[in-house]
T-cell receptor, first 114, second 115 residues
Framework: SQKIEQNSEALNIQEGKTATLTCNYT??????LQWYRQDPGRGPVFLLL?????KEKRKERLKVTFDTTLKQSLFHITASQPADSATYLC?????????????FGSGTRLQVQP | NAGVMQNPRHLVRRRGQEARLRCSPM?????VYWYRQLPEEGLKFMVY????????ESGMPKERFSAEFPKEGPSILRIQQVVRGDSAAYFC?????????????FGPGTRLTVT
């Protein structure tokens, strides 16, 4: 079965710096990879989706890369702000095999210091 | 456009009782997913439903757990004879119909505590 690894240690950075979070997976390459944000006591919120034939995707201060050779995705937040502090989850689906369930990593907690 | 709604937000049950969790998907969405999140752990898929059909229940425990998404009304996740290990946050998500993969929209979750 698919395994997803995200750095379980919290990432602490200064406001204004770029935060980079890593998502590594084993086994097969998914058709799609997604990133979600989760705040304490709340449900995950969708941020970005990248397809296997896309190398990079951007949305405002967010950027996601997808390297199917390395089996890795990087998630960048530029000009980080304290409001960006949250847990960020990487998720893969198996839509191409008929399964639409998402497999989530355990998340990386980001703390942006003012 | 209201988001995914879940109720109750918090549910306390004694061991052996039944827990019933409800989820109303976003308007226009016909796919519903249930996930469980244990403390300090990631989200784990449980079941995927469309109206009146269970499409994928590969993540559901074999006993005590069931889910439905009737033609009318919310999706319901039912846990019979709850045990302490069932204490967790249960999230429902929905996505629109169609053949392509879409992002999933999550509700606020139901936090189940079994005493």
């Amino acid at each position: 079965s698919q395994k997803i690894e995200q750095n379980s240690e919290a990432l602490n950075i200064q406001e204004g710096k770029t935060a980079t979070l890593t998502c590594n997976y084993t086994n097969y390459s998914p058709a799609y990879l997604q990133w979600y944000r989760q705040d304490p006591g709340r449900g995950p919120v969708f941020l970005l989706l990248i397809r296997e034939n896309e190398k990079e995707k951007r949305k405002e201060r967010l950027k996601v890369t997808f390297d199917t050779t390395l089996k890795q995705s990087l998630f960048h937040i530029t000009a980080s702000q304290p409001a960006d502090s949250a847990t960020y989850l990487c998720a893969l689906d198996q839509w191409d095999t008929g399964r639409r369930a998402l497999t989530f990593g355990s998340g990386t907690r980001l703390q942006v210091q003012p | 456009n209201a988001g995914v709604m879940q109720n109750p937000r918090h549910l306390v049950r004694r061991r052996g009782q039944e827990a019933r969790l409800r989820c109303s998907p976003m308007k226009g969405h016909s796919h519903v997913y249930w996930y469980r999140q244990l403390p300090e752990e990631g989200l784990k898929f449980m079941v995927y439903l469309q109206k009146e059909n269970i499409i994928d229940e590969s993540g559901m425990p074999k006993e005590r757990f069931s889910a439905e998404f009737p033609k009318e009304g919310p999706s319901i996740l039912r846990i019979q004879q709850v045990v302490r290990g069932d204490s967790a946050a249960y999230f429902c998500a929905s996505s629109p119909p169609g053949g392509a993969s879409y992002e999933q929209y999550f509700g606020p979750g139901t936090r189940l505590t079994v005493t």
